[in-house]
């Protein structure tokens, strides 16, 4: 055996394991453990870190030296180690930074290079083939902050491989990376199960988020074993019969008239995209009128996520730009909250700043004000559509939960109630369904679908899964990784 756990009950205040745990991880075994957002697949793994103490019951790790690491009684920290999006945490305070910061080089000279942040100093050539494989190399003299979504899940995982863990467990390991970046990472834990002999365990919302070198399953429901087992014996039930969208009435959340008396939404011309003095895109033209619905695709670190940020007014790069939003030209005194105001938002990036342990019924209502937290008080008109949003994608037992007390899953759907909660002129949905399961996916995809289905409603998708990209797209705008220097 590798992990043993027998009878163990967790030491939480009101926990939701609803039985004691009872598994065991066998040599030459690698398992996926799938489930809902929020059945507890996050609390399971924090178990197995030592991040969560045992009420009763023990774990074991027979694969490590020292007796006590063994018995669980001295926790080996740097032995197992996690991968998620949060653990960018760790290496910078992001409460004391803001969203915006990233796109403004003069506000940012303190935070740190990738370099820094990644010492190569006596790497083994391993690791150093992996990160050349990765294009790693490139980001060293790039901000930490300027990375894009996938960008910063590569440097995670080669943060962590420095210190030579025994095992890596991977929270969502493709959640951000574009389609040959899951094939080289697909191909990497090949390399480090056969050349390493390092233990590897995957958490996903579903078997198709697993990599293919998962042998076995452990199905999680409602914070309880629900299958356990060989991935080969596994089948994975079907979606409820309710999961398509049931509909929803978009004028109740048409609190004014957002509507511009302008065809044209957002025209630009001849635009570059830059780090430093990196160009990473060259003389973009693109032109979006009312109406119209819009994939934004390319690969990590293609300028996707600073291509939005001209569009949401949070890149000060836009006012020397030959870009005009709502009929109006950057720079002609408008507010950033005027263009804000039309404009719906989410992202994996905005995602990291949001740091503000408020409730999260809060966080959705912070989508009328545009803001990274609720800086103004809500009527009661507000909260009540607030609420009425949870309702509909079947989170209203969120209500009063602390934001930073629940799953990555479900504060991913909180961020798209957020983004939608005006019913915006223009939505902007930076691949909003990182890590939820199916039946979330379908329901918000759905709600896309009645989104765009309005008159005078327009929509820009990203997404790195063509699967993913809903059905009433009708137009494409494709980066590619191309770069210049100046």
Not at 120 to 131: A, K, T
Not at 442 to 461: D, H, P
């Amino acid at each position: 055996m590798i992990i043993s756990l027998h009878n163990v009950v967790p030491r939480l205040p009101d926990s939701p394991f609803t039985r004691p745990i009872d598994w065991q991880i066998n040599t030459d075994e690698v398992w996926g453990v799938v489930g809902p957002n929020g059945s507890g697949k996050s609390l399971l793994s924090e178990l197995i870190c030592g991040k969560i103490a045992v009420q009763s019951g023990n774990i074991r790790y027979h694969f490590l030296d020292d007796p006590e690491e063994k018995s669980g009684s001295l926790f080996p920290a740097q032995r197992i180690r996690k991968i998620e999006f949060n653990a960018a945490y760790s290496l910078l305070d992001y409460r004391k930074l803001f969203y915006q910061q990233r796109f403004n080089n003069s506000e940012n000279e303190e935070v740190p290079l990738v370099s820094e942040l990644l010492p190569l100093d006596n790497i083994s050539q391993e690791n150093r083939l992996i990160f050349r494989t990765f294009h790693l190399f490139d980001l060293m003299d790039r901000k930490f902050i300027h990375l894009s979504s996938g960008e910063l899940r590569k440097f995670l995982i080669a943060k962590v491989l420095i210190d030579n863990p025994k095992m890596l467990i991977f929270d969502n390991p493709f959640i951000g990376l574009d389609e040959e970046s899951r094939e080289l990472l697909n191909n990497m834990f090949v390399f480090l199960l056969a050349r390493r002999n390092i233990r590897l365990l995957f958490l996903a919302p579903s078997l198709e988020d697993l990599p293919a070198c998962a042998t076995h399953i452990l199905e999680m429901k409602n914070c309880a074993i629900h299958y356990r087992g060989e991935k080969a014996g596994f089948t994975p039930e079907s979606l409820p019969g309710d999961a398509p969208f049931p509909g929803i009435n978009w004028d109740d959340f048409t609190l004014e008239d957002r509507t511009s008396g302008s065809n044209e939404l957002v025209s630009m011309i001849h635009v570059d995209i830059a780090y430093g003095e990196r160009i990473i895109q060259k003389d973009i033209n693109w032109t979006i009128q009312k109406d119209e619905k819009w994939a934004l695709l390319g690969p990590n670190g293609s300028g996707k996520s600073t291509l939005l940020s001209y569009i949401f007014a949070d890149n000060p790069q836009a006012y020397a730009k030959n870009i005009r939003l709502f009929g109006r030209k950057r720079g002609t005194g408008e507010s950033i909250w005027d263009i804000k105001r039309r404009i719906g938002f989410s992202s994996s990036e905005l995602h990291l700043y949001y740091r503000a342990n408020v409730d999260c019924t809060a966080v959705v209502a912070s989508g009328f004000f545009d803001s990274i937290g609720l800086f103004r008080k809500c009527n009661a008109q507000q909260t009540l559509l607030a609420e009425k949003l949870m309702e509909i994608l079947h989170i209203p037992h969120l209500k009063n939960r602390p934001f930073l007390k629940i799953s990555s899953g479900e504060q991913r759907l909180l961020f798209f109630a957020r983004a939608i909660i005006k019913n915006p002129e223009l939505l902007i949905l930076d691949e909003p369904f990182h890590g939820l399961d199916d039946y979330n996916k379908e329901r918000c995809t759905s709600i896309v679908e009645s989104f765009a289905r309005q008159a005078g409603r327009s929509l820009i998708y990203v997404t790195h899964r063509k699967e993913e990209i809903p059905d009433c797209i009708d137009h494409c705008m494709r980066l590619q990784l191309i770069s210049w220097d100046t």
